[in-house]
């Protein structure tokens, strides 16, 4: 089993809980929103990175794209911040991440996942922190997806 951290918006916060979770992973998704690039520096020494620029990350994070297309274990991936800017073409995509709105989502639509982890960070708009984990079979490509609540 491959296990990744998936989290978005953590607004230049890193809680301990957050980073346990993500040193027992694999991988990590990040759908942007680090706020400094500090943070991006601190997670890219957990190990193999995903990650977009959110409309927090300023002229640092130019070299971070908008939108990302990646594989992990044979699950095909879309990336991006912002749920309006999912490309209308989604073919061979199996599961679509974003960010932005701070509340966690998660929804089977048109045959492939739909994923917001929520906000890790910092809380906002009366919401609740959280990320998510996701174990995929290297073998199969199926996968699984556990909420993970922070405190």
Request: charged share 25%.
């Amino acid at each position: 089993m491959i296990r990744v951290a998936i989290l978005s918006d953590t607004h230049n916060v890193l809680r301990p809980q957050v980073l346990e979770v993500i040193r027992s992973c694999d991988a990590l998704i990040h759908a942007g929103d680090f706020a400094k690039e500090a943070v991006l520096d601190t997670l890219r020494q957990t190990g193999r990175i995903y990650a977009v620029r959110g409309n927090n990350d300023r002229t640092w994070a130019a070299h971070l794209k908008d939108t990302l297309r990646f594989e992990i274990g044979g699950t095909h991936f879309f990336l991006t911040h912002d749920r309006r800017n999912v490309d209308r073409n989604l073919d061979g995509v199996d599961v679509v991440i974003f960010g932005h709105s701070h509340k966690y989502f998660q929804q089977e639509i048109d045959g492939r996942l739909w994923l917001n982890p929520g906000a890790c960070g910092r809380p906002r708009f009366g919401g609740a922190l959280s990320m998510a984990v996701m174990e995929i079979d290297g073998q199969s490509g199926d996968y699984t997806v556990e909420k993970i609540d922070v405190h």
